[in-house]
């Protein structure tokens, strides 16, 4: 059974701060990782990982894959509180995609 | 928009009630995903459709639930004599699989449907 774990679970920082988030993962037949921002409505697509070891940039977002250890993480520089959001992280296999249950990030002024 | 269209976008019912979802994707993405999402957790995977062929259902999933993807152009996703606990967000994505591990596999969600048993 594919399993992805996100941690922290939750997270609380202040405006200005720097975060990690984690993702790990098994899966059969990894093809890519995929990180996605949530607010109250449906996923927005982020990153999209298949090389371990290429860091992905889009702003003060930044994201990188270490497929030996079987894990990813997403960074948050500057934080802000428009970043403040479910943030998933999904594995992508020979067939379906499976999910971890996210970590909450609030950012405070 | 993502592109991706979800309809409708809140259901609400009785128990007991069939209810139906569809999906619209991407035109040229070629897998389509249903998930659902209750408060706290992540997408719990259902089923997906490469094209019309669909290719897997959770083991989680009864029998009271059906998707069909005609043609490989939208999907339908029903649930029969709905039960309160398939009360969640219904959430449709569709990815174009690359055929090369090189190029991006990019998937997209569509709104979601918010379902409700009464």
Known sequence: ?????????????????????N?????????????????????????????????????RLSS???????????????????????????????????????TTLTVKP | DTGVSQDPRHKITKRGQNVTFRCDPISEH?????????????PEFLTYFQNEAQLEKSR?????????????????????RTEQGDSAMYLCASLRLAGDLHRTDTQYFGPGTRLTVL
């Open chain 2, 60 to 80: 989680l999933l009864s029998d009271r639930f059906s998707a069909e993807r005609p043609k490989g152009s939208f999907s339908t996703l029903e649930i029969q």
């Open chain 2, 30 to 42: 070629n897998r389509l995903y249903w998930y659902r999402q209750t408060l706290g957790q992540g």
């Open chain 1, 1 to 21: 059974e594919d399993k992805v774990v996100q941690s922290p679970l939750s997270l609380v920082v202040h405006e200005g701060d720097t975060v990690t988030l």
């Open chain 1, 64 to 102: 990188i894959l270490d497929k030996k250890e079987l894990s990813s993480i997403l960074n948050i520089t500057a934080t802000q509180t428009g970043d403040s959001a479910i943030y998933l992280c999904a594995v992508v296999g020979a067939g379906k995609s499976t999910f971890g249950d996210g």
């Open chain 1, 23 to 59: 993702c790990s993962y098994e899966v059969t037949n990894f093809r890519s990782l995929l990180w996605y921002k949530q607010e109250k409505k449906a996923p927005t697509f982020l990153f999209m990982l298949t090389s371990s070891g290429i860091e992905k940039k889009s702003g």
